[in-house]
């Protein structure tokens, strides 16, 4: 059986599934709990001077019948007095010493505050500090959360702040809500940070109600924006880990969260370079106990590709994610068409017909009977077909024969530039 345990930045757990910092980590009778069910670590709902919330402040995102597409709340940081959270951290760590025990901390942009805070938690026994610059709401106004996250001199000159007091590991975490997540990323370890984790929630309104014409959520008839999670962001937060895990400049572990719902997300975080994973959403609409399928089917995985621990499947496709410009202009795949398989819905006709490249015909067989196939000389390969087909192994997209030799566009580009300088020397 494969070695789950991680260490990221110093902080041992073990396994890689952690609970982020959200309601589900709101007190030690939930964590405790959680570490109960087998999570290997939580990062405890980010503390601070304590808030007034709201109500209502949940609402969720429905797609063509699932439920919980994607969440979205307008709840701040911890409501409870921090002399209750401390002394839960300590005895929830004292149970559970070798589960990983994170907190998440938010303050004024101020040095004394943030030595002041760093200081009390350290002392609760904490394993290390996640500090919360991407909560896109409520805090953000106060000047605090994604207000500090989305500048990156203030992102370099707190996590600087908090690193002169902290004896423990220091994780920033990131906002999606700005164009290059890299950049904060890159302040971050100029700050001092030893990981990084993303994404923070994506400043989101779930919806109006168009027979009330309120906002949901709504509070007493007024809605406010909010903060977008669940397996809606999955794709957005993929492609910041990457980014950031491709970076040089960003020499420092990577906690994935954003959309993790099972082991599957999990494998594709860690293949993309994070070292572990935080799950919220999932966790609130299926309860504690779906870390047990992803700690069997992360073991099982691991067992059936050979690796003898989850640390060595980190970072294993960062290399294969790179710029359009890299691209093989000259890679060429078409669809081809399992008439056997096919159940004639026609929906991939109808889709290449209307919206692609009109690449598909119906013909009609000697028995008389109408069948599809592909003109793969007029398929430019662009997977709609296989997309929208509802049965599996129907359509495959299939490697055609080499006409001409790889070539990117940064190669061509830079062969036309060579010929341009031969001509002018001519």
Not at 106 to 124: G, S
Not at 155 to 162: H, I
Not at 291 to 308: F, P, Q, R, T, W
Request: with cysteine; net charge negative; proline share 4%.
């Amino acid at each position: 059986m494969a070695d789950l345990h991680i260490n990221l930045a110093g902080i041992k757990s073990p396994n890689p599934f952690w609970l982020a910092s959200a309601p589900p980590t709101n007190s030690g009778y939930q964590v405790q709990r959680a570490f109960e069910a087998g999570w290997g670590g939580a990062v405890w709902k980010t503390l601070g001077d304590p808030i007034l919330n709201v109500t209502s402040r949940f609402a969720a995102v429905g797609f063509n019948g699932q439920r919980v597409a994607g969440f979205n709340n307008i709840e701040l940081i911890t409501d409870r007095p921090l002399e209750v959270n401390l002394k839960e951290i300590y005895e929830t760590k004292k149970r559970f010493p070798d589960h990983a025990i994170i907190a998440s901390l938010m303050v004024e942009p101020k040095q004394e505050k943030w030595h002041e805070i760093v200081k009390r938690v350290e002392d609760a026994g904490v394993d290390g500090f996640e500090l919360n610059f991407g909560c896109p709401h409520g805090m953000a106004e106060r000047g605090m959360g994604s207000a500090s996250g989305q500048v990156p001199e203030l992102v370099e000159k707190q996590t600087y702040w908090a690193k002169e007091a902290a004896r423990s590991p220091v994780i920033v975490k990131l906002t999606p809500n700005i164009t290059d997540i890299t950049v904060t990323a890159e302040a971050a370890v100029r700050g001092g940070a030893d990981a990084v984790s993303m994404i923070n929630t994506i400043n989101s309104l779930a919806g109006v109600d168009i027979h009330s014409w309120n906002t949901i959520p709504h509070v007493a008839g007024k809605g406010a924006h909010g903060g977008y999670c669940g397996p809606a962001v999955k794709p957005i937060a993929l492609n910041m880990v990457a980014e950031c895990a491709r970076n040089a400049l960003i020499d420092v572990p990577i906690s994935g969260i954003g959309g993790i719902s099972n082991w599957q997300d999990a494998v594709e975080f860690i293949l993309m370079g994070a070292t572990g994973v935080q799950v919220c959403t999932a966790a609130m609409h299926h309860g504690f106990r779906i870390v047990e399928d992803m700690i069997e089917g992360l073991s099982n995985y691991l067992d059936e590709k050979g690796l003898a621990s989850v640390m060595d499947l980190v970072g294993k496709s960062v290399d294969r994610y790179s710029n359009w410009g890299e691209l093989d202009l000259n890679y060429k795949v078409a669809a081809r068409i399992n008439t056997e398989v096919c159940i004639k819905c026609n929906k991939c006709h109808i889709a290449c017909e209307d919206t692609s490249h009109q690449c598909i015909d119906i013909l009609t067989g000697e028995s008389g009977n109408s069948y599809l196939r592909v003109r793969e000389e007029d398929c430019v390969g662009c997977n709609l077909c296989s997309i929208v087909c509802p049965v599996d192994g129907a359509i495959d997209m299939v490697e055609l024969e080499r006409q001409l030799p790889p070539m990117t566009w940064n190669q061509r580009q830079n062969a036309i530039g060579m010929l341009g300088e031969r001509d002018l020397v001519k």
